[in-house]
């Protein structure tokens, strides 16, 4: 079983940067896929980006590419989520997850298994 704990979310005007920070729990971590989700009121929850559990391969969603970045340290048991540039567009609640790895990092929802409670980040115009 994994843990999952996001932190970093806030209020931030329109260009201005946030770092999320998902924290997780168990020895285990670096055998996961982790993946940050997004989800605006009203809207289903999206994939926004995720890493592969070594670190060596990203997917990203082109409504971010450019702006946000993923890293993990798997020494810290945490996955990040750098994002800068940010649109009001961006405002939701962000969500990390695990899966277990694939060739290729999943953007399916029902593929994660493991899921933190949630981060508000909320973008002024």
């Known amino acids: 079983q994994v843990q999952l704990v996001e932190s970093g979310g806030g209020l931030v005007q329109a260009g201005g940067s946030l770092r999320l920070s998902c924290a997780a729990s168990?020895?285990?971590?670096?055998?996961?896929?982790m993946a940050w989700f997004r989800q605006a009121p009203g809207t289903e929850r999206e994939f926004v980006t995720g890493i592969g559990h070594n670190g060596a391969s990203t997917r990203y969603a082109d409504s971010v590419k450019g702006r946000f970045t993923i890293f993990r340290d798997n020494a810290k048991n945490t996955v990040y989520l750098q994002m800068n540039s940010l649109k009001p567009e961006d405002t939701a609640v962000y969500y990390c997850a695990a899966a277990l790895p694939r060739r290729e990092i999943t953007t399916t929802l029902t593929s994660y298994l493991h899921w933190g409670q949630g981060t508000q980040v909320t973008v002024s115009s």
């Open positions: 168990g020895r285990t971590f670096s055998s996961y896929d």
